[in-house]
């Protein structure tokens, strides 16, 4: 990471964001079932999953639900409609009333797009806290990837993360779901690319067979080894492999303590590279190290919480 996406991400709050289930907010159901489950953030759609002559009811369901239950360390965000449509400013006006933790716009492919949302926050005096996440679901939202994630760069941006959509995108270039995303993963690594070269957090797409949680699991190791902070899912039994596979391994806390803790010795002040063991560590290691280890001050300061 450059020093410049470096300095931006450190302008947003580290947050732990390794499972990030989607529920519909038509769905009582699962809405109920959410405080027993670990996922690190719910996506509350009323996109997608919600028909159009249930719109105005999943929105009633949210506001009541947003209102009644606390969801803890859980980030909660909320998937509008998009901008071109009869929902759009209801549901951002619902947005403005619950005050999420951020506001999802779905199958963004301009700047614009996400300058827009910024700005009706903005004019609407939301705290800096609500952020905007985006996702990129469409050939033109993988194109513009780098334009749309450097909208976030100034200071007083609230782009905080993408979330890669593959069903529109297959739907969109022809590709078929098959084993492994062959064809997939150009596109999922341009997304990643963009996201990283201005401090965004990235989020790798649902995997919609629920049941084959081999396959699920399969999938998370290769969004881990993409470089995916976590993964969007689509039902609570995919929270326990996400977490596991998104979650810092012990081998990798230790190096981290190891890095941070040699970077901290007197004797290496003003050093940029040192030896480890026959290794040669830089310094931006050591950054990156800091960040790891202050998701993990995370999780176990939620573990201690009664």
């Not at 649902?206 to 049941?211: A, C, E």
């Not at 596991?244 to 040699?262: T, Y």
Request: negative net charge; aromatic residues 4%.
């Amino acid at each position: 990471m450059t020093s410049e996406a470096s300095s931006f991400r450190a302008h947003h709050p580290s947050r732990v964001r390794r499972s990030i289930l989607t529920v519909p907010a038509i769905n009582d159901r699962a809405l109920d079932k959410l405080t027993s489950l670990d996922c690190d953030a719910v996506i509350f759609d009323l996109e997608d999953s919600v028909a159009e002559d249930r719109k105005a009811d999943a929105r009633a369901n949210l506001l009541n639900f947003l209102r009644d239950k606390d969801l803890g360390h859980r980030e909660r965000i909320i998937r509008v409609n998009a901008a071109d449509t009869v929902f759009h400013l209801e549901d951002m006006a619902l947005v403005l009333n619950v005050l999420p933790d951020a506001v999802l716009l779905p199958k963004v492919e301009e700047p614009v797009t996400v300058q827009d949302v910024a700005d009706l926050l903005g004019e609407s005096d939301a705290a800096d806290g609500l952020r905007i996440w985006a996702m990129i679901e469409t050939p033109r939202g993988v194109l513009n990837a780098a334009a749309i994630a450097s909208s976030g760069r100034t200071s007083d941006s609230r782009l905080d993360a993408f979330v890669v959509g593959l069903n529109d995108l297959r739907k969109a270039t022809a590709i078929p779901a098959a084993p492994g995303r062959t064809y997939l993963v150009p596109y999922l690594m341009q997304v990643v690319l963009a996201a990283r070269a201005y401090g965004l957090d990235v989020i790798d797409s649902v995997s919609n067979d629920f049941r084959d949680l081999e396959a699920f699991s399969n999938e998370c190791g290769q969004g881990r080894a993409m470089g995916f902070d976590g993964k969007m899912l689509i039902h609570p039994a995919q929270i326990e492999p996400a977490n596991r596979h998104f979650g810092p391994s012990d081998a990798a806390v230790a190096e981290a303590r190891l890095v941070v803790d040699a970077f901290s010795d007197p004797a290496h002040a003003g050093l940029n590279v040192i030896n480890i063991d026959g290794r040669m560590i830089e310094r931006l290691h050591a950054e990156e190290a800091a960040r790891l280890l202050a998701k993990v001050a995370l999780l176990t300061a939620r573990k201690d919480k009664p």
